[in-house]
């Protein structure tokens, strides 16, 4: 065989396997993800570079904290899959820096109301868009469920999901990686008192905004255009898109179609069928507005 010539495929069965095994050992993804199932977290996995579920899969349903379980379900999916843990009934709530555009850059928010925190000590992972999550305990006695999840622009808590290092995400044709620092999720602080007291600030009944269902402004829709839905407010960003879209007289399949595309490059997008079924609710919404319904 001249030096030109490609070798033959290694066809030794015991090699291939071997060689397979070496792969699956040196994962990153599956070395961490492991580690977290030992620290008491679920764990789910996301298509590799995204934040997107698997075609076929479950997405976070499938979370799982059975090492048997999740190393079947990287041998479906692939070795580099990103990964993901479950927050609710852990007592964990992440704190969501974004900077992702000058006008909702969370560090700026905090800095205008008079915030000024130090996470030298605490669990962060930095985000591959330039922001970051920082991990806190929830102090006993505290309803979580009562807080307000987006207090300031750019600044959100986030209670039921995330995405962790070693992921990555493609931003500009390129893969950046989340990457961690600090300690252990299991070893973060407790929430400190300024981000529990900014969180607290709840509107009452009566107010325009109840509980913590957030309004948008006109540049806010189009920065979704541009951004696509953030997590923990993809629900009620959908829905008020999807009404403004059809109160401009977008057409209505237009408008669709637009809603659909932004929950597609969203970081965490909602199921086909969530967002038809949220955009048949604003539709019918609307129609009952124009005919004087409401």
């Not at 620290?39 to 904290?65: I, M």
């Not at 913590?212 to 898109?241: A, D, H, I, K």
Request: glycine share 8%; charged share 20%; hydrophobic share 30%.
């Amino acid at each position: 065989m001249s030096e030109t010539q490609k070798k033959p495929l290694n066809t030794n069965l015991q090699a291939n396997v071997q060689e397979t095994q070496n792969n699956f050992i040196n994962s990153n993804y599956i070395i961490k993800s492991h580690e977290l199932i030992q620290q008491g977290y679920k764990v789910y996995l996301l298509e590799q570079g995204t934040n997107t579920p698997y075609k076929g899969s479950r997405g976070h349903l499938d979370a799982t904290a059975n090492i048997r379980e999740l190393t079947d379900m990287f041998l479906k999916y692939g070795t580099n899959s990103n990964v993901g843990i479950i927050l609710k009934d852990t007592g964990l709530v992440v704190l969501d820096i974004d900077r992702h555009t000058p006008n909702k850059n969370g560090l700026t928010s905090l800095k205008k109301a008079g915030i000024t925190p130090n996470f030298d000590n605490e669990v962060i992972e930095k985000t591959p868009r330039n922001g970051f999550h920082v991990f806190y305990y929830i102090p006993k006695g505290f309803d979580i469920e009562k807080i307000n999840h987006n207090p300031l622009p750019g600044v959100e808590i986030i209670t039921d999901k995330i995405t962790v290092a070693p992921s990555i995400k493609l931003v500009d044709g390129g893969g950046i990686g989340y990457q961690h620092f600090g300690k252990e999720f299991i070893n973060a602080n407790l929430m400190p008192d300024w981000l529990i007291e900014l969180v607290s600030n709840v509107a009452t009944s009566g107010s325009t905004q109840t509980k913590r269902v957030p309004r948008y402004s006109t540049q806010e829709r189009w920065e979704m255009v541009l951004n696509g839905f953030v997590q923990g407010q993809r629900n009620n960003m959908c829905v008020s898109l999807s009404g403004y879209l059809l109160r401009i007289n977008i057409d209505p399949n237009i408008a669709y179609a637009i809603v659909k595309k932004v929950n597609e490059n969203s970081d965490v997008p909602h199921a086909d069928k969530e967002v038809e079924t949220i955009y048949r609710s604003a539709y019918q919404r609307e129609k009952q507005r124009r005919l004087g319904g409401r």
